[in-house]
């Protein structure tokens, strides 16, 4: 696939929206390509207790990279941070809040293909948000599997892990895919949230969905 250039989310594309959710308003900033969409990507944060947001930099490389790839990427905050509603709730009260903006996102642009990705303990609360509803893809970024249960995922879920995470130890992700028969992409000298790596990030996104389209076409 010939190289495309991932560059900042256009202002102009943004708009800042509260979704009703189980806990009250969810926070969420959505970047629309405008047509025509290839799909939606609802991106997910790491632990607001370490203090993840919407505006983490990994996060807004995952947007900026699915924006770039013709996808509507949301990002909301979960309750408690920011302006969204509610408290902290380790994962429960997060993945229903996920599910509420996947509905408004659905109402708003239609059945477009949805992409769930997360980063760290967005990664986990996406693998639960995985068994509740249909996603094209799963993609997981540093997910905190030896923090949190994480839930078993698709064969065609794409792992992104840093070799040299001190947070989530790659050895810990390994065991959590070994049994799965699950491929890890590792980003070698990357740490936990891939510092001068967000480049090689972006470009693991991008050959991933890129050779995806090419097999459907």
Not at 17 to 25: C, F, L, N, S, T
Not at 103 to 128: D, I, W
Request: aromatic share 6%; hydrophobic share 45%.
């Amino acid at each position: 696939m010939p190289a495309i250039e991932v560059r900042p989310l256009p202002a102009a594309s943004l708009t800042r929206v509260m979704i009703a959710g189980p806990a009250g308003g969810i926070e969420t900033d959505i970047n629309d390509p405008a047509a025509p969409r290839r799909g939606i990507a609802l991106i997910a944060h790491p632990n607001p207790v370490q203090g993840g947001t919407k505006d983490n930099k990994v996060v807004t490389t995952l947007a900026k990279t699915f924006f770039t790839l013709g996808h509507v990427a949301a990002r909301p905050n979960f309750r408690g941070v920011g302006a969204s509603a509610g408290a902290h709730d380790e994962g429960r009260g997060e993945t229903e809040d996920l599910v509420a903006v996947a509905g408004y996102l659905k109402r708003q642009y239609g059945e477009l293909p949805l992409v769930l990705a997360g980063f760290s303990f967005g990664g986990f609360v996406q693998t639960r948000v995985a068994q509740r509803l249909k996603a094209q893809r799963l993609v997981l970024v540093g997910p905190a599997v030896n923090r949190f249960a994480t839930e078993t995922v698709p064969p065609d879920t794409l792992v992104i892990h840093g070799e040299r995470d001190d947070v989530v130890p790659l050895a810990a992700v390994l065991d959590w895919a070994r049994p799965q028969n699950l491929p890890v992409v590792v980003v070698p000298g990357g740490e936990h949230f891939f510092h001068g790596r967000l480049g090689l990030l972006s470009d693991i996104v991008m050959r991933h969905f890129g050779r995806q389209e090419a097999g459907e076409r």
